[in-house]
Antibody, heavy 122, light 109 residues
């Protein structure tokens, strides 16, 4: 059973960089056919996709966040990470990591982490 | 960018059928996925590719997709089905391809 677990600071100061790591267990992040995404949910709101990475290091980001987002992968640790720079209160959200299964169709997020709340505040 | 519209809320009595719609321009040409999210928990995939169910998801959950509307149907609703439900598509024509619906709160009366 694949499991994903987010980790990182729950409080970040405005203008600083938010950094989160997702540790994958029960399966290899290097397995082909899977893309690894970050998705966030503002308090009481809907889901917003941030970006993905493939185990090879190939990335794709939400255009609205692209200038501030970096996603990286460490296959030796079976982890991938999110960095979001120049954060403001508008970046306060629950951040999820998720696995996307690509087969017949795209965008099927079949496994999710439990989510971690990141608050941006001084 | 592509927009998916869901009703904010649906109420249903136990044992009845809940239908949650997801509207989008020619959504019938896309594959629609549905997620269930209970309070304080991560979303869970309940239907993918319009009508397929992941293992472990009860047969009470079914989906359809045609024209401008996709529908998630929950038959024989139980108290445990009370949650937010989100539809989602991958829009190949957009630079923001991962699109989630606005979400529907299902209340079991």
């Amino acid at each position: 059973q694949v499991q994903l677990q987010e980790s990182g600071p729950g409080l970040v100061k405005p203008s600083q960089t938010l950094s989160l790591t997702c540790t994958v267990s029960g399966g290899s992040i290097s397995s082909g056919g899977y893309y690894w995404s970050w998705i966030r949910q503002h308090p009481g709101k809907g889901l917003e996709w941030i970006g993905y990475i493939y185990y090879s290091g190939s990335t794709y980001y939400n255009p609205s966040l692209k200038s501030r987002v970096t996603i990286s992968v460490d296959t030796s640790k079976n982890q991938f990470s999110l960095k979001l720079s120049s954060v403001t209160a508008a970046d306060t959200a629950v951040y999820y990591c998720a696995r996307e299964l690509r087969g017949y169709s795209y965008g099927v997020f079949d496994y999710w982490g439990q989510g971690t709340l990141v608050t941006v505040s001084s | 960018s592509y927009v998916l519209t869901q009703p904010p809320s649906v109420s249903v009595a136990p044992g009845q059928t809940a239908r949650i719609t997801c509207g989008g321009n020619n959504i019938g040409s896309k594959s629609v996925h549905w997620y269930q999210q209970k309070p304080g928990q991560a979303p869970v995939l309940v239907v993918y590719d319009d009508s397929d169910r992941p293992s472990g998801i009860p047969e009470r959950f079914s989906g359809s997709n045609s024209g401008n509307t996709a529908t998630l149907t929950i038959s024989r609703v139980e108290a445990g089905d009370e949650a937010d439900y989100y539809c989602q598509v991958w829009d190949s024509s957009s630079d923001h391809p991962y699109v989630f619906g606005t979400g529907t709160k299902v209340t079991v009366l």
